[in-house]
């Protein structure tokens, strides 16, 4: 089983400054690895696919990098609706696993 | 546009088994493009993948839940249903489905609202 420890658990940050979430792999999952951001209340939403592909309708203030077992995830400019909890998940091999979360909290 | 739908009890007695529905409006479960997974929220805690099944009806499980894990799904109803057996106060918590768009994405790109089901006597 593929172990995705991300970094830091919590980040404070203010509107405007810029994140950088981490995620990295205890071995390589190429590039099959996506990001999600959970609010209180709903569903999960997908952000990034394949490492690097935005979703359909995510704003171009989010993107992802990497490959093989260490990943990113920025966001340049935040915005209020993005504080919330960001989880990576892997796709490479069975069985999938999520990380354990990033919450990115209001400074 | 493709719509997940979760349904089931929401309070399930501890040892018993949990049972939930996703239905699929707008897609198939039929379609070669996608798996069809579970995914569940303990309170307080983060995601956890329970489960996935394929149009063929092959199926991948958590190894820390395969043991009391069932996923199947009725082609008719195009829906895909989920059991998991001995429950306890440890499987409290909010259940999604979701999509796996496996030939594109390699993600679950759509999903259900959630249904929280709590196990308390």
């Known amino acids: 089983e593929i172990v995705l420890t991300q970094s830091p658990a919590t980040l404070s940050l203010s509107p405007g400054e810029r994140a950088t979430l981490s995620c990295r792999a205890s071995?390589?999952?190429?590039?099959?690895l996506a990001w999600y951001q959970h609010k209180p209340g709903q569903a999960p939403r997908l952000l990034i696919y394949e490492a690097s592909s935005r979703a359909t309708g995510i704003p171009a203030r989010f993107s992802g990098s990497g490959s093989g077992t260490d990943f990113a995830l920025t966001i340049s400019s935040l915005e209020p609706e993005d504080f919330a909890v960001y989880y990576c998940?892997?796709?490479?091999?069975?069985?999938?696993?999520f990380g354990q979360g990033t919450r990115l909290e209001i400074k | 546009q493709l719509q997940l739908q979760e349904s089931g009890p929401g309070l399930v007695k501890p040892s018993e088994t949990l049972s939930l529905t996703c239905t699929v409006s707008g897609g198939s479960v039929s379609s070669s493009s996608y798996y069809w997974g579970w995914i569940r929220q303990p309170p307080g805690k983060g995601l956890e993948w329970i489960g996935s099944i394929y149009y063929t009806g092959t199926t991948y499980y958590n190894p820390s839940l395969k043991s009391r894990v069932t996923i199947s799904k009725d082609t008719s109803k195009n829906q895909f249903s989920l059991r998991l057996s001995s429950v306890t106060a440890a499987d409290t918590a909010v259940y999604y489905c979701?999509?796996?768009?496996?030939?594109?994405?390699?993600?679950?790109?759509?999903w259900g609202q959630g249904t929280m089901v709590s196990v308390s006597s």
């Open positions: 071995q390589s999952v190429s590039s099959y």
């Open positions: 998940q892997h796709r490479s091999n069975w069985p999938i696993t």
């Open positions: 979701a999509r796996d768009f496996t030939v594109a994405t390699y993600a679950f790109d759509i």
